[in-house]
């Protein structure tokens, strides 16, 4: 009998075992890269420069040129307590460790089946997207980090708290907007009966998101605001990011069914792997209120790639994917029900799936931009 007892909690401790190793690993993995290999994207020199110019002129707002500000102080203040640009880099890879661990605890707090939180917490260490950023200087893995602690906090009803990251988050990039655009919309319509009865029961929310969404829109609006009184008219920041967007997507165009297909199918498919498919399973039971955050800012970022407004990148799905890999883990544990043989190979090859992925990802994006 104690030999049998034994047998289980090892068992039991074979994936919270490989969850600690693989992320260790991965860490690791982006220490080297860090190490051997220059910036991965473009735009974060960018960030850098006009970070360090912040550091003079701190109040020039025409120096964000087409960005938000909210990332650049973020590196001012880093750049001020004497990091450099390989420094920031490091921080990201370090970064996408505690990604991994708040998600682990924020899908601890709500799941049904006890390998959900380290199963999300394991696809999220080796996710493409994730790990490529992660020796990035760009802004999206701090971004990601806002969304979800936002996510978590709309959960557990700390909607003062939520309304604070989100403003944060609509303060680093633009398609917190969406997210600020839709949790306003799904708490204004809890409060007219006619239309939050047509929200699906499992996707209704509290009418406090309206408080949430509150505090975004101020900081929103009194960004426009700034930007107006420094430039002399509005939305001028807005107008020259779309110019350039929609010029640069007729110059990259690869036909129109292949565009079409791009951003919504063909570019989630290559970022995910089967870790798409089992998060379309397990979302349904996987959703809360705090998921009309990253829904706000899938909608925002298909309709900006619709209308020619967003290039398409990659990046792009790096705060959306803790959500897939949480939606995911959820869709193994459905799938796997009572078949804990099924769950651990649906589990490997998932986990090999995405890592297999990354090393995909990575070696096309420095081929890509050789």
């Known amino acids: 009998m104690r030999g049998s007892v034994e047998s289980l909690r090892e068992r039991r401790l074979i994936l919270p075992a490989a969850v600690v190793f693989v992320t260790g690993m991965a860490w690791w993995g982006r220490v080297c890269a860090i190490a051997r290999l220059p910036e991965p994207d473009p735009d974060a020199f960018a960030h850098l420069a006009i970070a360090k110019r912040l550091l003079v002129h701190p109040w020039q707002l025409n120096l964000h040129w087409?960005?938000?500000?909210g990332y650049h102080y973020y590196l001012g203040v880093l750049f001020r307590l004497g990091a450099g640009a390989e420094v920031v880099r490091s921080i990201n890879a370090a970064l996408v460790v505690a990604l991994s661990l708040l998600l682990f605890g924020y899908a601890k707090a709500r799941a049904t089946h006890p390998a959900v939180p380290w199963l999300s917490a394991l696809f999220c260490a080796v996710a493409p997207i994730v790990n490529l950023l992660g020796i990035s200087a760009q802004q999206e893995t701090l971004f990601a980090i806002v969304v979800i602690a936002c996510a978590w906090a709309i959960d557990a009803r700390r909607f003062w708290l939520a309304g604070l990251l989100l403003t944060i988050a609509a303060m680093i990039r633009y398609e917190a907007w969406g997210a600020a655009g839709l949790v306003a919309a799904v708490g204004a319509a809890q409060w007219l009966p006619a239309l939050g009865l047509r929200i699906p029961p499992f996707a209704r929310a509290p009418k406090a998101l309206v408080v949430v969404a509150a505090p975004a829109w101020v900081a929103i609006f009194g960004w426009l605001f700034l930007q107006r009184v420094a430039s002399g008219k509005w939305f001028g920041s807005l107008g020259e990011l779309y110019r350039f967007t929609s010029g640069q997507r007729a110059v990259l165009s690869r036909g129109a069914l292949v565009d079409a297909?791009?951003?919504p199918i063909l570019l989630p498919s290559f970022l995910f792997g089967l870790a798409l498919p089992l998060a379309?399973?397990?979302?349904?039971?996987?959703?809360r209120p705090g998921f009309w955050v990253p829904a706000g800012i899938g909608a925002f970022l298909l309709l900006s790639y619709l209308s020619k407004g967003s290039l398409g990148s990659g990046r792009y799905?790096?705060?959306?994917?803790?959500?897939?890999?949480?939606?995911?883990?959820?869709?193994?544990?459905?799938?796997?029900?009572?078949?804990?043989?099924?769950?651990?190979?649906?589990?490997?090859?998932t986990t090999l799936c995405l890592a297999a992925l990354s090393?995909?990802?990575?070696?096309w994006t420095f081929h890509f931009h050789r």
């Open 359 to 363: 090393v995909c990802v990575v070696a």
């Open 317 to 349: 799905f790096d705060a959306l994917a803790p959500f897939v890999c949480l939606c995911a883990a959820q869709g193994i544990s459905e799938l796997a029900a009572r078949r804990s043989l099924s769950l651990a190979w649906l589990s490997a090859l």
């Open 261 to 263: 297909l791009w951003f």
């Open 280 to 287: 379309l399973i397990g979302v349904r039971r996987a959703f």
């Open 66 to 69: 087409v960005w938000l500000p």
